[in-house]
C-alpha cells in the first residue's frame, strides 16, 4: 500500500475496469471483419471481451439482416438477452444519436433496463479529417442539449440505469457540474473522456491530465481513446488510476498495420497493459459495486 496522498478517483492500486465497446456505427465488415452484426455474434464477442477481463461491455444496436445501425428495441433487447446467456458481463446502452428524436434515444434504455447508459454531455462539431488528402472525411453537428441531457437523466433515473457521461471536451465534464447541483446526477458519478474526435480535445496525455482533473470526487472516469492514439492513451489513463475503453468502435488495431480479429483480442492486450503497470483488471461484480449498479 502506498502512503502517498491520492485522490479516489486517481488511485492507480484500483483495479483496474476495462469496457470493451463492441461494435460502434460508423464501421461495417467491409472495413472490419470482426464487427458484430447479429445477436448471436454479439454474445460470442461479449463472451471473449469478458473471458479477457472486460467488465463491461457497451452496445450499439445493429439490423441484423444487414448491419446497419439500430434504435430498434427488439434489437437491443435480442442483443442484451443473448449476452446475458453467454457471460455475466455488466451491460451498457447507447444513447448517442444524430437525426432520430429523443424518445427514440432512450426507448431502449427505458423498456429494457441496463446497468449502465450512454449520456453524451455537450453539442460540438464531429468530423473525421485525412491529412493527407488535406479534407474532412465526414463532418456533421453532433447536437445535445440541456434539456434532452435532463430528459434522458431523469428517464435513466426511473429505471436505475447509471449515466454513463460521455465528454469529448472539458466542458462537457463542467456540463455536469449544475445536474449535480440539480441533484439529477448522484454520486458515484461516471465519465467517459472520449479524445480524439476532430471537433473535441486533441489525444494528448496533457489534454488527459486537464479533463481527469475536471472529474469531481466521488467518480470514476475511464479513457476512449479513438484509432491510432488509442493505445498511448490507455497507457496513460493505466497510470493516472484510471479506467479504460477499448473495442472495435473505437480502434480496429492491435498494433500498427494488425488488425484485431476479435473484440477479445483487443481486451487481452489492455488488460496485460494494466498487469504490466502492477494494476489488477476489475471483475463484473466489482464494477457493479464500484458503481453501485442495480440493472443486469
Given amino acids: 500500500m502506498s502512503i502517498l496522498p491520492v485522490a479516489s478517483h ?3 492500486e484500483r483495479p483496474c475496469i476495462i469496457t470493451c465497446a463492441l461494435s460502434g456505427v460508423v464501421a461495417n465488415r467491409d472495413q472490419c471483419p470482426a464487427i ?3 445477436p448471436e455474434e454479439y454474445a460470442e464477442e461479449a463472451r471473449r471481451a469478458y473471458e479477457a477481463g472486460a467488465a463491461v461491455v457497451h452496445i450499439h444496436a445493429r439490423d441484423p439482416a444487414d448491419g446497419s ?3 430498434n428495441v427488439g434489437h437491443y433487447r435480442a442483443i442484451r438477452d443473448a449476452i446475458v446467456d453467454a457471460c455475466p458481463v455488466v451491460i451498457n446502452f447507447s ?3 444524430v437525426g432520430i428524436g429523443s424518445e427514440e434515444k432512450i426507448a431502449p434504455v427505458r423498456e429494457i433496463r441496463p446497468a449502465l447508459a450512454a449520456l453524451n454531455m455537450g453539442s460540438m462539431n464531429y468530423a473525421k479529417y485525412h491529412q493527407g488528402k488535406k479534407s474532412f472525411v465526414f463532418e456533421f453537428v453532433f447536437p ?3 434539456s434532452e441531457i435532463k430528459m434522458l437523466i431523469e ?3 426511473r429505471v436505475n440505469s447509471k449515466p454513463e457521461m460521455e465528454c469529448f471536451d472539458a466542458g462537457h465534464v463542467a456540463n455536469s457540474y449544475p445536474l449535480i447541483d440539480m441533484g439529477l446526477l448522484e454520486p458515484p458519478f461516471q465519465y467517459s473522456l472520449i479524445l480524439g474526435v476532430t471537433g473535441g480535445i486533441a489525444p494528448t496525455i496533457d489534454s488527459l491530465l486537464h479533463m481527469s482533473s475536471c472529474v469531481p470526487q466521488n467518480s470514476e472516469w475511464e479513457v476512449i481513446g479513438v484509432s491510432h492514439d488509442q493505445w498511448r492513451l490507455v497507457a496513460g489513463a493505466i497510470a493516472m488510476g484510471g479506467n479504460i475503453r477499448v473495442g472495435l468502435e473505437d480502434n480496429f488495431y492491435v498494433q500498427p498495420g494488425r488488425m ?7 481486451v487481452e492486450k489492455a488488460a496485460r497493459m494494466v498487469r504490466d503497470q502492477g494494476r489488477e483488471t476489475a471483475t463484473a461484480e466489482e464494477c457493479r459495486k464500484r458503481l453501485e449498479l442495480v440493472n443486469r
Fill in 69 to 71: 445501425p439500430s434504435y
Fill in 95 to 97: 444513447t448517442g444519436a
Fill in 260 to 266: 484485431a480479429r476479435s473484440n477479445g483480442e483487443l
Fill in 144 to 146: 445535445n442539449p440541456f
Fill in 10 to 12: 486517481r488511485d492507480p
Fill in 36 to 38: 458484430p452484426y447479429t
Fill in 155 to 157: 428517464t435513466m433515473n
